[in-house]
Each structure stands twice: as C-alpha cells, then as structure tokens.
C-alpha cells in the first residue's frame, strides 16, 4: 500500500485519486502508524517551500528516516523540492537533505511561473520512465528549479531556455517537478511505475523476511 503523505498543502487529494484512478492501493494519510506500515510513500504539494516544511512539520524525520531505510519516496512539485538540501524562496529554508543540491528561482528572461505543457527527455536507465519511449510531455507549475549536484543522482531534462530539470532518481528516491497526476496518460504511467516499484521492494521484502525465519 502506498501512503499519499496528507499535510494540507495543495495537490495531496489530487494524486491520491490519480492512484485509485488506475487501480492501485493507496490512502491519504498523516498518521506515523500508517505511513510507517507504507510500502512506498508519495509527498506531493504545491505551495512555498518554506510553507510546505512548516506544514510537513514532525513528519520530516519519519519520511527522511523511511526513505534511508530503502523504501521508495516520491516527491511531487514542492514535495521534490524539499527532497534536496535547501531553497531561497521567501528566505532560506532547509529540506529533507536526502539529494545534494539546492532549489533557486527560475533565470530571468522566462516566462515566470513555468506553467504549461514540456517535452521531457527520459533517460532510459531512470525507473520512473519504463516504457514511456525516449520523450514526453508532462504539465508543470512552478517559480523555482532544483540543482542537483549529487553525483548518485540521475536527472531527466527540459528545455525552457536552460537544462531545467524535470526529475531525478537516486537510488530509492524518486522525484519529479512536473505534476504526473495531471499530465495525461504519460503521467499515470509514471504513477503506475512508482507503484510497481514499491511492489517489487514489498516482494522483496517479504523474501528477505520469509528467509530470516
């Protein structure tokens, strides 16, 4: 069961429905007891990074501590960027710290917030992405970008006047600046993606735990 991680900010709703849309076992929840039982755990939102911190609150250290543990995290929108270190918007505000690198605002001389409709190009090696073919388009909503600079990290690009990055996966940890819960039928194969892999990891580890025994 994947847990949508429920902080009252923004798309939370949304990306749960996406997931039930396509028939996978989800449910939208802040209780420690529930999201520590999650096969996989899903942080979207949309609103300020600081604000977003703030509203995650406590929760911070449960999904930072299930995320080192090896299971599957995915960050949506503000819920990526609070993967990495910190962001300048409205002020300096730390992350979760679990990819290296910071989010800044986006370049002048673009068209600020991004919103619309980018062609991503889709690594072949990024999890996230299986058979969706070398490029799609997916919906974004955003003033800011990340930087990533963890060497571990595997980054998809768009193009919007710079190498914008459009999602990043380092190891277990998957995240992507566009919004797969309104991005069509590309979008909810990314969700049904995420959903198999934290499939596999409970397969996996039930086999692990079935040979302990």
Known sequence: ?????????????????????????????RDPKTIEQASGLVLPGVAAFGFAVNALGSLAELVKEIALSGRPLLGICVGYQMLFETSSEYGRHKGLGLITGDVVPIPPGRVIPHMGWNLVELPEDMDLFAGLGGEKHFYFAHSFCAEPSDEMAKIAYTDYGFELVASVQKD???GTQFHPEKSGKSGLKVLQNFYNICENFNSGSRYLDAHRE
């Open 1 to 29: 069961m994947i847990v949508v991680i429920d902080y009252n900010v923004g798309n939370v709703k949304s990306v749960c429905n996406a997931f039930r849309h396509i028939g996978c076992e989800s449910v939208l929840s």
């Open 172 to 174: 277990n940890i998957y």
